[in-house]
């Protein structure tokens, strides 16, 4: 599935994208089992376009409101979605207990409250988030990766599935 919303707020802009990904590179036992059961992986992909500021509660909300609108009217999409570990987060609290947290891990943590308080209140249940994390060590300096498969219960079998390919390929 091919999506894309964009945000423009106080000087503000996000582009949220949402583009399938490429199942072909994938083992084939994953293969055939997205090819069996008509299931559609997409990536989701968070970018700031302009700013600085803070993201304020209101785009997170209008980010995931768009996000479980293309989930609930697509019953066979898992959603990937890899925190980004390059880009800096503007305006961080640099008083937090967190500003040693790598810029991957705080987006993963963040990620799974925003999902976690949306599944909440909206009362959603058969759909679940599953973060994956591999942890790299080279030379005694350890790097970890953050990954999460957004997806209905029904299709936890494929995610676990994704789940092990992401640790054994990304921990190499």
Not at 89 to 96: V, Y
Request: hydrophobic letters at 35%.
């Amino acid at each position: 599935m091919e999506a894309s919303f964009s945000i423009n707020q106080k000087n503000n802009e996000y582009r949220i994208l949402l583009t399938p990904v490429n199942t072909e590179v994938l083992p084939s036992d994953i293969q055939t089992a997205l090819k069996s059961r008509d299931i559609d992986i997409s990536e989701l992909m968070i970018e700031r376009i302009s700013g600085e500021s803070t993201t304020g509660q209101d785009v997170l909300h209008d980010i995931t409101s768009w996000v479980a609108e293309l989930f609930a009217s697509n019953p066979r999409l898992i959603i990937y979605y890899s925190c980004d570990d390059i880009n800096p987060i503007p305006s961080r609290n640099k008083n937090s207990g967190n500003r040693n947290m790598p810029v991957n891990e705080y987006r993963s943590r963040l990620f799974t409250h925003i999902f976690d308080t949306y599944m909440n209140s909206h009362q959603v249940s058969g759909v679940k988030n599953t973060p994956v994390q591999v942890d790299n060590y080279e030379n005694g300096k350890g790097y970890s990766l953050f990954f999460h498969f957004i997806a209905r219960d029904i299709h936890s079998d494929i995610v676990n599935m994704l789940k092990k390919d992401i640790i054994e390929v990304s921990g190499k």
